[in-house]
């Protein structure tokens, strides 16, 4: 509806910081909510160094389990910054989904269709 667009928008206008990106996905993840839109704007803002680093282990693990849970991948310009910052923080891999870790290893090609 274009009240939801709109609280949507104004959301994603607002000073985000990493955990509560993370944490917004993967609520919306969990109920289901699959916001193409919502998403992409938020995906886009993990574009600046500035909101990663502030992302933790425990927040980049629910990130990634998010489009796993919406049946979906990240976008392709996201992909390194995941895993740059998966490796800088030590995630375990075993705890983050298959694909990601395929796509980690680079033995496997993801669309980044957030559809």
């Known amino acids: ?14 000073q985000f910081t990493a955990h509560d990106i993370a944490n ?13 839109q ?17 992302l933790t282990a425990s927040l980049l693990t629910n990130l990634v389990w998010s489009f796993e849970l919406l049946h979906t991948s990240p976008p392709t310009y996201l992909h390194q910054i995941l895993i740059d910052n998966a490796n800088k923080l030590n995630v375990d891999w075993v705890l983050l989904p298959e694909y990601f870790q395929r796509m980690a290893q680079g033995n496997v090609t993801v669309s980044g269709d957030l559809s």
């Open 1 to 14: 509806s274009t009240q939801s667009t709109w609280v949507s928008n104004q959301l994603v206008m607002s």
């Open 38 to 54: 919502f998403f992409e704007k938020l995906c886009h803002k993990l574009e600046d160094p500035t909101i990663t680093q502030g």
């Open 24 to 36: 917004t996905m993967w609520g919306f993840a969990k109920l289901g909510v699959n916001h193409k």
